[in-house]
């Protein structure tokens, strides 16, 4: 947009100097000056038209096709235009037209008028062009923008329920284990050791049922020997887990003071037999 921008700027300028051209004819100081200004401005319309081509030759022929074939009507256009414009100015210093057939010219209905028109008209095409692409783009822009507000929205959505979900499934995958160990703290209260587990992890939840079954396992086993013991089964042997294992030692205490108490029954049921 910026080079055709330009390229009519100049155009416009071109179209002023000729007229000051025109009406300062009579002083050559004055001719000379706007001849230099109108090729000034002439050089600068055949840059921009050159680095707008620039432009486009970076893009690939089938996309830019259009725009191309617009460019080259604004070079052809105004070429023409400047052909003409150079030889009824060369005609008129030559005097082979007269000042007001070189107005006549340029005004309105004029020859050069009515080229000014036509190059006006394809820059205008040009300029039509481009705000059309630009909204095209803009629109494409904010069609791409919406989808992808669309998509982070979803993903947004998503996460949250994936989320929700697996904070269900971890919480379940706790509670659950956890669950079965109270009830089972419960029934261990209660004095039934009828107590099992179905499960094994490998998590802190998985070392907790692990260190439950041990207690169970150790009451089991000092249940065992308790009613052994009850059974008159003095010789039983009491293993003590550790030196603050109390209820281990108490027991093993009670094996070995009922194993001496009956060794004095004994010894005395003896002597008061053999007095007899």
Known sequence: ?????????????????????????????????????????????ARGISSYNDILAEYDASEVETELKLLNNVKSKISGYET?????????????????????????????YNMVDIAENAIQELIDYNINYAKGQIANNESKAQ??????????????????VLSFILSRSI??????????ASKLAEGDMDISFDISTKDETGKLIDAFRDLVRSTKE????????????????????????????????MVYNLNDLIKNITSAAEQVSAGA
Not at 175 to 184: E, F, G, Q, T, Y
């Open 1 to 45: 947009m910026e080079y055709v921008e330009n390229i009519s700027s100049h155009f416009q300028q071109t179209r002023v100097n000729i007229l000051s051209y025109i009406l300062y004819s009579d002083s050559e100081e004055e001719k000379d000056y706007y001849s230099e200004r109108i090729a000034q401005h002439e050089a600068d319309i």
């Open 175 to 184: 509670s659950n284990p956890i669950n079965k160990v109270v009830v089972a």
């Open 84 to 112: 003409l414009r150079k030889q009824l100015m060369e005609n008129f210093e030559a005097g082979l037209i007269s000042k007001e057939e070189l107005i006549t010219s340029f005004s309105k209905g004029g020859e050069a």
């Open 222 to 253: 000092q249940a065992n020997i308790v009613g052994k013991i009850a059974d008159g089964d003095l010789t039983v042997d009491v293993p003590i887990r550790s030196e603050k294992d109390l209820l281990g030692q108490k027991l093993s205490e």
């Open 147 to 164: 989808s992808s507000i669309f998509a982070m929205i979803m993903v947004l959505i998503i996460g949250v329920i994936s989320a929700t």
